[in-house]
């Protein structure tokens, strides 16, 4: 079935380095979504990228949507101690039936 | 605004037995939606509701699974028998039609099979 792929899986970082996950997918999508789960919580919607090539900004995370729709980045500058969890990418489809990738779980040693 | 509200929090049970999950969706969100995530995973849905019609059930394994969601609003999730296997964590999840789909989880039921 269709999937997302997402890499690293694992992400240790000091705190004030830069972060990166990147999901890719096989097929075009029609839009992705990125979710954030703190430990132990549920997940957080954070952002939808629609357009070819799109990007968008939320203070130190920036998003890119690719130009051919099968890839998306999630950037974080400066990483602090609150941005630890993990971040999903999601298909989000053409009904809105979310295909979650397996996230990439990121830690901040201070 | 009231998020989406799931309960129980925790649910131990021991094989074979019957065991069943409730959510209340944010107010007015038409659309429902039942997730499993086991550890290290991403969410993986179950089914989905559109008011009270469940139109995508393709994930549900109906032999032991049941979910419904009676007036549009409430939804029950139910396993019956409970297998070793079902260990997770049962997510809720709702969105307003017009959002883009933009999904609200609730905090979950974390089940465990023993």
């Known amino acids: 079935g269709q999937q997302v792929m997402q890499i690293p899986q694992y992400q240790h970082v000091q705190e004030g380095e830069d972060f990166t996950t990147y999901c890719n997918s096989s097929?075009?999508?029609?839009?992705i979504q990125w979710y954030k789960q703190r430990p132990g919580g549920h997940p957080v919607f954070l952002i939808q990228?629609?357009?070819?090539?799109e990007v968008k900004k939320q203070k130190r995370l920036t998003f890119q949507f690719g130009e051919a729709k099968k890839n998306s980045s999630l950037h974080i500058t400066a990483t602090q101690t609150t941005d630890v969890g993990t971040y999903f990418c999601?298909?989000?489809?053409?009904?809105?039936?979310?295909?979650f990738g397996k996230g990439t779980k990121l830690s901040v040693k201070p | 605004e009231a998020g989406v509200v799931q309960s129980p929090r925790y649910k131990i049970i021991e094989k074979k037995q019957p065991v069943a999950f409730w959510c209340n969706p944010i107010?007015?969100?038409?659309?429902l939606y039942w997730y499993l995530q086991n550890l290290g995973q991403g969410p993986e849905l179950l089914i989905r509701?559109?008011?009270?019609?469940?139109?995508?059930d393709s994930q549900l394994p109906k032999d032991r699974f049941s979910a419904e969601r009676l007036k549009g609003v409430d939804s029950t999730l139910k396993i019956q028998p409970a297998e070793l296997g079902d260990s997770a964590v049962y997510l809720c999840?709702?969105?307003?039609?017009?959002?883009?789909?933009?999904?609200?989880f609730g905090p979950g039921t974390r089940l465990t099979v023993t």
């Open positions: 999840a709702s969105s307003l039609a017009g959002q883009g789909f933009k999904q609200y």
């Open positions: 097929t075009t999508l029609s839009n």
């Open positions: 990228l629609v357009k070819s090539g």
């Open positions: 999601a298909d989000g489809g053409s009904q809105g039936n979310l295909i």
């Open positions: 107010s007015g969100h038409n659309t």
């Open positions: 509701y559109e008011n009270e019609e469940a139109v995508d």
